[in-house]
Structures are given as C-alpha cells and as structure tokens.
C-alpha cells in the first residue's frame, strides 16, 4: 500500500473508531469499575453508609434493657466510742472494718410514649438515606469520570485528524517539489506549505500535550498509576431517545437527590413523633440481685451480711416543664413543613433543568447528524482537491480552503459528539439511570 491510498484509508475511517482495541487501551467500563474501587470520594461515602447500617439496631432504638455489675470493697482502721441503752459501752481503738458488695442491676423502659418506635423507624430511614448518599456521591463522580473520558476522546480524534491534514500537507510538499525540479512551479508554494506543515505540527504538540493534562486527571479520579500511559476507546455509544413524559416519570422516580430530600422529609416525621411521645407517660421496670458483707472488731454487729434480689415497676409523667415540650413539638412540626417545601422545591427545579436538558438533546441530536454529513463532504472535497493538484488542474488556495474545511468540520463533529454525550449524562443522571 502506498503512501497515497494509505492517506485515503485513514480518511475513511475518521472519525470513527480511530483507536483500535489493544492491551494499552482503557475502555470507559474499565475506568468505571476502577472508579467504583478506588475513588476516595465513593469510599469515604461507602464508610458513611456503612456507620449508619451500624447505628440501627434495637438496642439504640431504645427497645433492650440496660444491665450493670457494680462491686466494691473498703476497708477501714478507727477508733470506736459506743455506749449502748442497756448500759454496755465500747472504747477501743485500733477497731478494723470490711464492707464487701456486689450487686447486678438491670433497667428496662417498656413504655416511653412510643418513641422508642419512632426512633427506630428513623433508624431505618437513616440507613437508607446512607444508602442513598452512597448513589448520590457515585453518580457525581461517575459524571466526573465522563466528562474526563470523553474529553480524552474528543482530544484523541482531533489529534489523529490533525495528522490526517499533515499528510495532506506533506504530500502537498512532495507535489510542489516535483513541480519545482521541472520548472513548472514557484518557490512560494512550497515553503507556504511548509509554514503550513510546520504550524500543523506545533498545534498537534499542544494538543498532545492537553491529550496527556486530560488523561493525568483521569489516572488521578480512579486512583491509577500515574506513570502508565494508555489510550483510550474512542467509539462513543448513544442511549436511546425517550420521550418527555418518560424523563418526568423517571425523574420523580429515581432521582437520588429528590428521594434524598424526600427520606430526609420522613425522618424529620420520625422526630415529631420522639417529641410527641414527651407527652406520654413512661414506664420501666428495676431489678436487682445484691450482696453485701459488713466486719467490724468492735460493736453491736461483728458481722452484717445480705443476700437477696429486688423488683419494681416506676411511671413517671411530666406534666408541666416550662412549655418545652408544646415549643419542640411545634418547631418539629415546622421542619417538616420546610423539609415538604423543600422537596417541592427540589422537584420544581430538577424538572425545569429536565425539560431544559432533553430539548437541549433534540437539539444535538439534530446537530450532529448535520455535522456527520459535513465530515463526509469534508472528506471527498479534500480527496478531489487533493487529485487536481496531483495532476496539474488545482492549486494553492483550493488544497489549502479543502484541508481547513475538514479540520474545521471534524473539529465541529468531535464538539457535536461530546456536547451529546454530556447531554446525555445529565439527562441520566437528572432521571436517575446513570448509575444503571
């Protein structure tokens, strides 16, 4: 293969999948999985959730008795002055004593107003908001990852369809070389075209070195070697369109943010009932199992030694502390109003931003099917002008107005390519299917 059909093979194939699949390639689903193992941002979010999933448990609900060992033993050196009614007295000094005691307590609230329900309840919703929060920070960084993906992508076909217009160029030297040997063309042309054969190259060093800025911040999102280099796959696949209603319906679904809101809405519900149950009285159950051991040299009682268990039952109800209880109840009552605003709000916002985002898409859709038909006019302009020159018929300004109307065309494609498919991902992630 010459190096003329070699030129027109590449043409053909921009900007499609320019970069075939080797072992140095990085696919976005490579890059997505080691975003979800190493990304500090999902793993300090996993170690939240996680503590929340500890927290809920009975025994922090308030549902399980509390039991305690206590044990304790003194002793004491005293001089003792005792006179008793039947006219016996004790003066001694030097009269030693012991006190033994042990004793296990338990403690159970069995009724607190129902708050021991409430708290449990908001428990639960605590643990899924954890898991919710967990969604919520994988999708942020998971847009992240897409945006730097694809920026390396967008970067990618540029630079392979800057070396595309450089071989344009270098032939073009070839040609007016030729033409200058045998006194048919003029020196200008030639060294035009390796001014412009020379600006080429410095654009591609620049973009190169964007291309390595953009992959460096990729390496450092999903916690790679920095040191190994990679390419990535520069095929871009689209998700099916759907309708309006259909990204309405799935936002008010599956949007993280709003059922962040909306559990946040349930457990501010939770907390008006702990402080209702404030106005109902409580019950709780001791029991205790004790022994106690008492020595003395001197006294009435040498020795006083007990050994037993005791049971009871207390209620206790505030009926009066100042109004607190009326104030708490009514400020929990207005945090769940302002947490209803709030997921009014949300909503409100994220639909505006919906309907904004999937007109946004029609719109690119359109915009790059265009701008795939001019990359392919682009190409067979640049083929043409390309073959008159070779022969005789074109000239100068004709290759050179053909290779700047397909750097400019590829450059709107690749542009068109990437606007659609951030566009995209913030249609996804706005309806909750990005994680998906």
């Not at 075209?193 to 800025?213: M, R």
């Not at 520069?234 to 559990?263: G, H, R, Y």
């Not at 009871?312 to 929990?332: D, L, P």
């Amino acid at each position: 293969m010459n190096k003329s059909c070699f030129f027109y093979f590449l043409l053909i194939l921009l900007p499609c999948s320019i970069i075939a699949q080797n072992n140095n390639t990085l696919s976005f689903k490579q890059a997505a999985e080691l975003l979800l193992k190493n990304n500090f941002d999902i793993q300090l979010a996993q170690n939240n959730a996680t503590i929340t999933d500890i927290d809920n448990t009975y025994g922090n609900a308030g549902f399980l008795p509390k039991v305690d060992i206590n044990a304790g033993i003194s002793t004491a050196n005293n001089k003792t002055n005792q006179e008793f009614s039947n006219g016996l007295t004790v003066n001694k000094s030097g009269v030693g004593s012991q006190n033994y005691n042990a004793g296990m307590f338990l403690s159970w609230t069995v009724f607190d107003g129902m708050k021991m329900f409430a708290t449990k309840e908001r428990l639960n919703l605590l643990e899924q908001q954890g898991e919710l929060s967990t969604k919520i920070s994988i999708e942020q960084q998971l847009e992240q990852l897409i945006n730097l993906y694809y920026t390396a992508v967008m970067q990618t076909q540029l630079i392979k369809g800057i070396e595309v217009s450089m071989q344009v160029t270098e032939e073009r030297i070839k040609i007016y070389q030729r033409k200058l040997e045998i006194g048919s063309g003029s020196n200008v042309e030639l060294l035009q075209a390796k001014l412009d054969y020379n600006a080429q190259k410095s654009n591609l060093l620049t973009q190169k070195l964007n291309l390595a800025e953009y992959k460096n911040n990729l390496k450092v999102l999903i916690k790679a070697n920095l040191d190994q280099d990679f390419a990535v796959d520069t095929v871009i696949d689209f998700e099916p369109e759907f309708s309006l209603e259909a990204v309405k319906q799935k936002m008010e679904q599956s949007n993280q943010l709003l059922l962040f809101a909306k559990k946040n809405t349930d457990i501010i519900s939770q907390s008006l009932k702990e402080a209702q149950s404030l106005t109902l009285p409580k019950i709780s159950l001791q029991s205790a199992y004790n022994f106690t051991n008492s020595k003395s040299t001197a006294g009435f009682a040498l020795l006083n030694q007990n050994l037993g268990y005791s049971f009871g039952i207390t209620s206790s109800w505030n009926i009066f502390n100042g109004f607190n209880t009326r104030n708490k109840i009514k400020v929990a009552k207005i945090q769940v109003r302002n947490s209803q605003i709030e997921v009014d709000r949300i909503k409100y916002n994220l639909w505006s931003s919906a309907y904004t985002t999937y007109q946004k898409l029609k719109d690119n859709i359109e915009i790059l099917s265009l701008e795939e038909q001019n990359i392919e006019l682009a190409k067979e302009a640049l083929k043409i002008s390309t073959e008159r020159l070779k022969t005789g018929l074109g000239n100068y300004l004709e290759i050179k107005e053909s290779q700047n109307s397909y750097e400019t065309a590829l450059t709107r494609l690749v542009n068109a390519r990437y606007n659609m498919k951030m566009t995209e991902t913030s249609l996804k992630k706005l309806t909750g299917t990005l994680i998906n």
